[in-house]
């Protein structure tokens, strides 16, 4: 049984027409309309609609508009209640079609929960002017990049649910009242491991009445990505079958463990020693582990070439420099046990024999204002989810086998983000991928502020490369530090145009850079690092928008005019069972 929540306020004729419009497409649909006391006579309406269809259509009065959230809330527990498998929301307004149900239906006996999109393949959006379509456009990007969701229509209401997904997360604890609740409910569904796939559908806006959207509304909805960011995922239940969150995770007796083949590419003789010598130290039979170190001046290309050459059920990226902690290995391998799971990472922190320099760098690239919802990648927070490229690093990541060759590895073009371009597609064809904030790796800094600046810059240019091979999966948050460094280079100019006005925006930055580096200084309790990591921030916002306009002017004859390299791939023995000669090939 699928049953369809329709909240409404001042809906009567619109009801009229769209009830109708749902029962006729047969199958077993139902109808629960919440009403919040509308004056224009819809509760009426809704009951005469219940007595013309009593097996179908039930309504929920409520005394009084208490906002569109705790509707939705009302409607999703009444529905629970009576045993709905299904459930899907639509606006009362006919803005969305209710022929698409029955895609709905289909959709939902795959995954958890499914969007009807406005935004996912292209922009399908009628009888609204632009100005609105670009305002809607651009608060999804908002909610996405703030909250972490990772989807194209994160404020779509037009979504189907499974039962078993609704009980997965605890209803109780969603506070919005209005329409933040829309991603709030869809941020907490991802975050408990659930499949969410986006339907394409066409959003015709309203067709009577007036928007019931408030001054009220916009700000929670403004303010409420922010707090779900702060409060992280807590108290919500995961069924993803993790291990504990503990730092390490045992073998059980007799358990059969997948092998595993650990790809390092390296510069050429700049040998991995602390990291083979980490694998050598897992609590995880040896005899399982396949080593491949590739050595090259092309990460990705190294990669793939190592991976031809495998001959692990599941493939262990790390870095050169990237050192497992004991455990770590069983962690990762042990998410394969969900059958679901196609990828598996965790963060690169920073090393503790690191110096004060180095361990700041660390914590400004781990900051919410340093990397934003890149920042996960070097720091550890919150409970294992389903994730996406945002989260994830190539310095840590391991992927089934058969996976990685049917979807044709990463782009060879590609360095760095390559492994960015590589998840989004395994996400667009609703592969799992998995961020567990305890599997950790860690590695050294880098020396210097040139050297970090530098690191900085390749990372952004290596998005532009990523924008260059596919457009589509860009998000234009990555653009701001471009905006930033434009703006810094163009305030003379504003200046003489504006005054001291031109400065307001440099003077929120900077109130903004003093209030991350005083919380990057307490929750550290290292006080000298306040003499630094205020000035890392607009290093690696400016490293980045100057990588991204070099990126802009230069990667596209890059990408045309790349070259195969030469690169010698070594296998090193881990364990006597593997044997203790070591296999080198050169390759062209």
């Known amino acids: 049984m699928l049953t369809v929540v329709i909240p409404t306020f001042n809906e009567r004729d619109n009801l009229k027409e769209l009830v109708p419009r749902v029962l006729q497409l047969g199958r077993d649909f139902r109808v629960l309309i919440v009403d919040d006391n509308s004056p224009d006579g819809t509760g009426e309406a809704a009951d005469s609609l219940a007595w013309e269809f009593p097996s179908y259509v039930k309504v929920i009065h409520r005394e009084r ?113 209005e329409y933040a609740f829309i991603f709030e409910l869809k941020l907490y569904l991802q975050r408990a491991g659930c499949r969410i796939c986006e339907i394409p559908i066409v959003y015709y806006g309203r067709r009577r009445g007036q928007t019931k959207m408030s001054s009220k509304a916009v700000v929670e909805a403004a303010i409420r990505p922010w ?16 291990p504990p969150l503990g730092e390490i995770v045992h073998l059980r007796d007799g358990a059969v463990m997948p092998s595993v083949t650990v790809i390092v590419p390296v510069q050429p003789g700049n040998w991995p020693t602390e990291v083979i010598a980490s694998i050598r130290q ?31 059920e599941v493939f262990y990226f790390l870095d050169d420099d990237s050192v497992l902690p004991e455990g770590a290995l069983i962690r990762a391998l042990t998410w394969f046990n969900d059958p679901d799971v196609a990828v598996v990472g965790g963060p690169v922190l920073t090393s503790g024999r690191d110096s004060l320099l180095q361990q700041c ?33 190539s310095a840590n990541m391991a992927v089934r086998a058969w996976i990685f060759h049917r979807e044709g ?66 998000n234009p948050i990555f653009l701001v530090p471009l905006v930033f460094v434009l703006y810094i280079l163009t305030l003379p100019l504003s200046y003489s145009h504006w005054g ?89």
Not at 289 to 296: A, F, L, N, R
Not at 379 to 393: K, L, N, T, Y
Not at 512 to 522: E, F, K, P, R, T
């Open 500 to 588: 001291m006005l031109a400065f307001f925006p440099l003077l929120l930055y900077g109130a903004l850079d003093m209030i991350s580096s005083l919380l990057i200084v307490i929750s550290n309790r290292s006080p000298a690092m306040l003499l630094i990591i205020p000035i890392l921030f607009p290093v690696i916002h400016i490293s980045y928008g100057v990588g991204l306009a070099w990126g802009i002017v230069s990667c596209w004859w890059k990408l045309k005019s790349m070259r195969m390299p030469t690169l010698s791939i070594t296998e090193v023995a881990v364990s006597t069972a593997i044997g203790s000669s070591e296999h080198k090939e050169e390759m062209g």
């Open 65 to 177: 508009r208490t906002g569109l959230g705790t509707a939705y809330m009302a409607g999703l527990r009444r529905a629970l209640d009576d045993g709905a498998d299904y459930v899907v929301t639509m606006d009362a307004d006919l803005a969305h079609d209710p022929a698409m149900l029955p895609r709905f239906w289909d959709a939902l006996q795959t995954f958890d929960a499914v969007v009807g999109s406005r935004y996912k393949f292209g922009i399908s959006v009628v009888e609204w002017p632009i100005r609105r379509v670009l305002l809607s456009y651009l608060a999804n990007v908002y909610v996405s990049t703030v909250s972490g969701l990772l989807l194209a229509d994160c404020t779509s209401r037009y979504v189907g649910y499974r039962r078993d997904a609704l009980q997965s997360v605890d209803l109780d604890r969603i506070r919005s009242g």
């Open 227 to 242: 707090q779900l960011v702060v409060a992280g995922p807590r108290g919500h239940t995961l069924p993803l079958h993790h």
């Open 361 to 393: 760098f660390g914590a400004a690239l781990g900051s919410l204002f340093g990397s934003f919802s890149s920042r996960n990648r070097f720091a550890s927070r919150g409970f294992p989810r389903v994730s996406g490229e945002q989260e994830m690093i």
């Open 409 to 474: 590895g990463f782009d060879e073009r590609l360095y760095p983000n390559e492994e960015c371009e590589f998840l989004n597609r395994l996400r667009a064809k609703g592969y799992r991928v998995v961020h567990d904030p305890a599997l950790r790796a860690y590695r050294h800094q880098r020396e210097n502020l040139r050297q970090f600046a530098r690191q900085v810059f390749r990372y952004g240019r290596g998005r532009m490369e990523h924008f260059w091979v596919n457009p589509s999966f860009f």
């Open 282 to 312: 897992q609590t995880y039979p040896l005899d399982r582990i396949q080593v491949i170190v590739v050595e090259g001046n092309q990460p990705s290309v190294q990669r793939n070439r190592a991976a031809a050459q495998a001959t692990g």
